[in-house]
């Protein structure tokens, strides 16, 4: 009987104390939503795509090529602003603020001027 007690008591504070423990563990934030940033680069006179544009975010390692057609898409971005840093041999480089939004597009349309 006393065994049955002590292990009812030794039950019960192990099931409180978890509960309380996990209660008090890291809580789950709400999912942060990542967004896409594309867009097109284009010769300033020609209007011609170009390809092989680098675009570099400021501030992070994510960096992006423009395909064959002159776009670039870049991934994994949360709402907020931007610098981006844009170069390609024989062009001025390009820098560009952008604010990416959850309700927008995200979509540029840039063009460099050759040096």
Do not use: C
Not at 22 to 31: C, L, T, V
Not at 46 to 53: D, I, N, Q, R, Y
Request: charged residues 25%.
């Amino acid at each position: 009987m006393k065994n049955s007690i002590i292990f009812a008591l030794v039950l019960a504070f192990v099931s409180v104390f978890s509960q309380v423990a996990f209660a008090s563990g890291k809580e789950s934030a709400a999912p942060v939503a990542t967004l896409n940033l594309s867009g097109t680069i284009l010769d300033a006179e020609t209007s011609e795509t170009l390809a092989g544009v680098s675009i570099k975010v400021e501030g992070s390692e994510r960096e992006v090529k423009t395909d064959l057609d002159g776009k670039f898409s870049i991934s994994g971005l949360t709402p907020g602003k931007y610098n981006l840093k844009v170069s390609y041999i024989s062009y001025k480089e390009s820098s560009v603020d952008y604010t990416v939004s959850i309700n927008e597009k995200n979509e540029l349309k840039l063009s460099l001027k050759a040096e």
